[in-house]
């Protein structure tokens, strides 16, 4: 009583298929698999993009840290150098 029988599903097909031809059905399966594949390559594309992005925010982020580390250590020894020469004056 309730589901959608063989039959029933192949008359469907038959109704549609003599009202929009082999051809028209043919050119619009190949245009909707074609669109599927760009969105699916698409969404590829966009989560290593992501992916390429946050790489590059840690190495920049690293890269700061390794700068500031070794502006401090040559700061550092600066003010050690003019701490000696205070005390030798």
């Not at 701490?83 to 030798?88: A, E, R």
Request: charged share 25%; proline share 0%.
């Amino acid at each position: 009583m309730g589901g959608i029988s063989i039959w029933q599903l192949l008359i469907v097909a038959v109704i549609v298929v003599l009202l929009f031809g082999t051809k028209k059905l043919r050119n619009l399966g190949g245009d909707l698999g074609s669109a599927v594949k760009g969105f699916k390559n698409a969404i590829g594309d966009e989560k290593d993009s992501a992916d390429t992005e946050s790489a590059n925010k840690v190495e920049k982020n690293s890269d700061t840290l390794g700068d500031n580390s070794s502006t401090t250590a040559h700061e550092t020894s600066k003010s050690k150098e003019s701490q000696k020469d205070n005390s030798q004056a």
